[in-house]
């Protein structure tokens, strides 16, 4: 990858998966699909979140990719490589947690479809795409393609490559914290 910003968040995913992801795939599919509460997210619903997420940033980097030339006009300006956790300055902010759009919630009749392994490919599947997408994109070029989104504060794609890092350890803690949860109260036992 010619961005070495972008070539350092990708490995961050890449390091995050391998540490949250074993955990996850050792569950059985009640476990995997299985709601704490009916208005709380399963560890299933959490990881098709993720991927329905960086399928949307997929999508919208190839659009983006519009704006390349106008992107190359300014490659001599400065341009930001990092972006801070917007997730915890909204929680810190309204006491709660972000509300996803209705494009990014996982359909109901996605539960129990899928297993772990299925949608961690899934997941793999889209980060590879991505990469492929944005192998020969020069860093002072991906610095200056800025995406329209005032929620994060109109990062450009290195940090938006950045932000997906932060988004998805945000999601894995929530399901590492249900996964204890699920493993020691033997709610799984119910089914």
Request: a positive charge.
């Amino acid at each position: 990858m010619k961005s070495n910003n972008m070539a350092h968040h990708f490995q961050t995913l890449q390091e995050q998966r391998t540490y949250y992801l074993p955990c996850i795939q050792s569950l059985s599919q009640e476990q995997l699909w299985h709601r704490e509460k009916e208005d709380k997210w399963s560890i299933g619903e959490h990881f098709y979140h993720l991927y329905l997420i960086l399928k949307m940033l997929k999508t919208a980097t190839k659009f983006s990719l519009l704006l390349t030339p106008f992107a190359k006009m300014r490659r001599n300006k400065p341009f930001a490589t990092e972006i801070h956790d917007i997730y915890d300055e909204f929680k810190n902010k309204k006491g709660r947690g972000m509300r996803a759009p209705g494009i990014l919630v996982p359909p109901s009749k996605i539960r129990f479809t899928l297993s772990s392994d299925e949608i961690e490919q899934l997941l793999v599947n889209e980060t590879s795409a991505m990469q492929k997408l944005l192998k020969n994109m020069e860093e002072d070029i991906a610095g200056h393609i800025v995406f329209p989104d005032p929620i994060a504060h109109y990062p450009n794609l290195i940090q938006s490559i950045q932000l997906l890092a932060i988004h998805e350890k945000h999601h894995f803690r929530m399901m590492a914290e249900q996964y204890k949860r699920l493993i020691t109260s033997g709610e799984v036992l119910r089914f």
